[in-house]
């Protein structure tokens, strides 16, 4: 397979972002701009027709997750001032133990995952993590990696997560059938490597640290926290919103008027605006805070998040230049011809392009597209070749990728150990999902 100059200058624009932020210092939004304009130039591309990629790409990343983002950071907060946070945390660490925390945390996250977008659980899910740490003194990565390892392995293998959804319905395959043949995937993988993988000698030694302004420092007395209960569905009430929204989408017809109600409602931004104003008064009023307090608590989690919103946004706009300067079509040229495993040529067909472009939805759609023809092949199903095909584009995150960006900035981490954690853990869950549809096939 030959490797284009098109691709070849995805790669200087990767080792571009790598000189400006390791070695010159700057920070990530500066550098991602600045490496998104150098590829525009390099690729050929006009001057306007970059602003307007870098434009779009942001629009793009943004337009739903700024409030996931804003929402999440909100109720976070609420979480951690109200001594939520830190109920949920006790109470997991007395019924799990210390030694089962991580157990605790994987089994959360893939309850939540299972219905929730990543970046949607992502938020949801990190305040209890940040506060579980701070409560053990255990490391974050420890006790935060299962968590997010989690939440990657159902959004990587389980519609209705968009990659694999999208795949289902190229591919013409069962919704069920391929959660069905999913979920073991999901659940072997994250127990693989967000457990075991966090307790291995190269994360313990790399350091996350805890962004300022997103935790808290009061420590409550027993007495003083609020209900577990409360605690519990203030933190997963947006969860239950999504869930009921997705068994709705698999039971009712799309114009049903239940089902546009359920879809409201059940949108990742809504469901978490609702749990916002729910905690606000349950966890806030009726405990006898007042709205001023509120709102600080509220405007302290947007500005600590500014830049990570920013990062992420910059991130989006990188991705965007490298997918309009034509790079998804010089990989569909080199890889059509590949002679394989039908499922090993759509994992692979989708990893090069996520490697490549960065965004998972514009791989698993550009993938989906190119290994369509071996569904032909006889003996070949197509649940499989979705999971294939799904867990191929979350294959080696790094610096084209806004996820890459959001895991970075969220647990305090330096380029190079973001690379040591999420391009391993990412490119070792897409190696684990493939095995696994491997073994599948050869049972079925």
Partial sequence: MKITMSVFLVFVGVALILVLMVVLKIDGFISLMLAAIAVGLMEGMQLNAITKSIYNGIGDQLKSLILILTFGAMLGKLLAESGAAQKIANTLIKKFGLKNIQWAILLTAIIIGI????????????????????????????????????????????????????????????????????????????????????RTNWVKKINAVMPAG???????????????????????LPVFLIAI????????????????????FGSAPIALFIAVLFAMYFLGIARGMKMDEIAKINASAVKAIAMIVLVIAAGGAFKQVIVDSGVANSIKAMTMGLQMNPYMLAWFVGAVIRIAVGS?????????????????????????????????????????????????????????????????????????????????????
């Avoid at 609020?226 to 605690?231: D, L, T, Y």
């Avoid at 391009?423 to 096939?441: A, C, K, P, R």
């Fill in 360 to 444: 998972s939805t514009v791989a698993v759609t550009m993938a989906s597209g190119i290994v369509l023809p071996l569904l032909s092949t006889v003996g070949i199903s197509p649940e499989l070749m979705v999971l294939a095909t799904a867990c191929g584009t979350v294959f080696c995150s790094h610096v084209n990728d806004p996820g890459f960006w959001m895991f970075k900035e969220y647990f305090g981490l330096s380029l190079i150990d973001t690379m040591k954690v999420r391009t391993v853990y990412s490119s070792l869950l897409s190696i684990t999902g493939l095995i696994g549809v491997l073994i599948i096939s050869a049972i079925l």
């Fill in 245 to 264: 929204s997705t068994i709705g989408e698999l039971l009712l017809a799309k114009n049903d008027p239940l089902q546009i109600y359920l879809g409201f």
């Fill in 214 to 236: 997103l935790i808290s420092t009061n420590q409550l007395k027993e007495e003083e926290l609020p209900g577990f209960g409360i605690s519990i569905l203030s933190a997963l």
């Fill in 115 to 198: 219905t929730m977008f990543y970046e949607a659980g992502f938020v949801v899910l990190i305040p209890i993590i940040y506060t579980v740490a701070a409560e053990t003194k255990l490391p974050l990565l420890y006790i935060g990696l299962p968590g997010i390892v989690g939440l990657a392995a159902t959004h990587a293998f389980l519609p209705p997560h968009p990659g694999p959804a999208a795949v289902t319905v190229v591919f013409n395959a069962n919704m069920g059938k391929t959660m069905l043949l999913g979920l073991p995937i999901a659940i072997v993988a994250a127990t693989l490597l967000g457990v075991f993988y966090a």
